[in-house]
C-alpha cells in the first residue's frame, strides 16, 4: 500500500503542471490587462508600465511562466495585484472556511442519504420509496442559488431562526451546509438504494437470515459493508463537486471561503491569486481520490494494490 502510495502521490505533480499550464493561458488570454486593473483606473502609463515590469508581465509568455513555476517549487505562489499580500497567506486564511463547509454538506448528504436510501430497499415501492424517486428529481433539478435564496428567505427573513450570511458559529453554518449538501442526499439516497437492493437478493444474506441472524445484524453487517464501495466511489466524486459548487454557495452566504475568494480573483482578473486557488482545489481532488482508493482495502480485504 505504501509503494501504491508514493506512486498515486507522484502523479500528482504532472497533473498539477497540467492544470496550472491551462489556467495560466487561460487567464493571459482572456480580454482585459491585469496591470491595468492593479494600478487602478487614474493610474499613469509610467504607473501600467512599472507593475508590468515588477510582476514580470512584460516577459514573452513562456518566460513568465517559468518565472512561476520556480516560484510554486519553492513555495512562492505569488503576490495579489489588489492587496499586495501573498497569495498563500489569501489561501491559508480561506481554505478552513471552504473545507468546514464542504465537510459540513458532505456529511448531511450521507447521514441523511444512506439511512434514506437503505429502508427505502428493505421496503421497495413503498410511499417512502416514491417519495425518495420524487425528492431525488427535485434535489438534482433545483439550482444551488435559488435553494440557498429560498431557505435564506425563509429561516432568516421570516422566521429570523437562523443568520443569513457570515461565518461565525455553528448556526451560521447551517444554512450553506443545508444548500450544498441537500441535492448530494438525493444522489446518495438513490444510490444506496439500488446497491442494498442488488447486495439483498445475494446468496450470502438470504443463508444468513435462514441461520436465524437478526434483521439489523444481516442489513448493517453483511449487506451495507458490501454495498459501501458504489457509495465511497462516489463520496470522493461528489466531494470535488462540492468543492466546486461551494464557489456558488459561498457566494450566496458570503462565506468567507477560497471560493469566494477565487470569484473575487476572477473578477479583478488578479492572476497568480487564480492560478494558485485552483492549484489548490485540484490538489485537494487528487488526496480525496487517493484516501477512497485506499478505504476501499479497508471495505474489501480481496483488493490489492499490486
Known sequence: MLNYTLRRLLLLLPMLLGVSIVVFLVMHFIPGDPAQLAAGPDATAEDVAQIRQN????????????????????????????TFTPVLEGISRTLPATIELTAAGM??????????????????????????????????SVP???LGLILMSIFSASLGWLPPTGRGGWQHL????????????????????????D??????????????VPSYKVVLKHALSNAAIPLVTVFGMDFGRLLGGAVIVETVFAWPGMGRF?????????????Q??????????????????LVYGILDPRITYN
Not at 450521507?110 to 430497499?121: D, M, R, W
Not at 438525493?186 to 446497491?195: P, Q, V, Y
Request: net charge neutral; aromatic share 10%.
Open 55 to 82: 510582476y514580470g508581465l512584460d516577459q514573452p509568455l513562456a518566460t513568465q511562466y517559468l518565472i512561476y513555476v520556480k516560484k510554486i517549487v519553492s513555495g512562492d505562489f505569488g503576490e495579489s495585484f489588489q
Open 107 to 140: 456529511l448531511l448528504a450521507v447521514i441523511i442519504g444512506v439511512p434514506l436510501g437503505i429502508i427505502a430497499a428493505l421496503r421497495p415501492r413503498g410511499v417512502l420509496d416514491s417519495s425518495l424517486t420524487t425528492f431525488a428529481v427535485l434535489g438534482i
Open 144 to 146: 444551488g442559488f435559488f
Open 174 to 197: 447551517i444554512l450553506p451546509a443545508v444548500t450544498l449538501g441537500l441535492p448530494y442526499v438525493a444522489t446518495f439516497s438513490r444510490l444506496a438504494r439500488s446497491t442494498m437492493m
Open 199 to 212: 447486495v439483498l437478493q445475494e446468496d450470502y444474506i438470504r443463508t444468513a437470515y435462514a441461520k436465524g
Open 262 to 274: 477565487l470569484i473575487d480573483a476572477i473578477m479583478a482578473r488578479d492572476i497568480y491569486v487564480v
Open 276 to 293: 494558485g486557488t485552483v492549484l489548490v482545489f485540484a490538489a485537494l481532488v487528487v488526496i480525496i481520490n487517493l484516501i477512497v482508493d
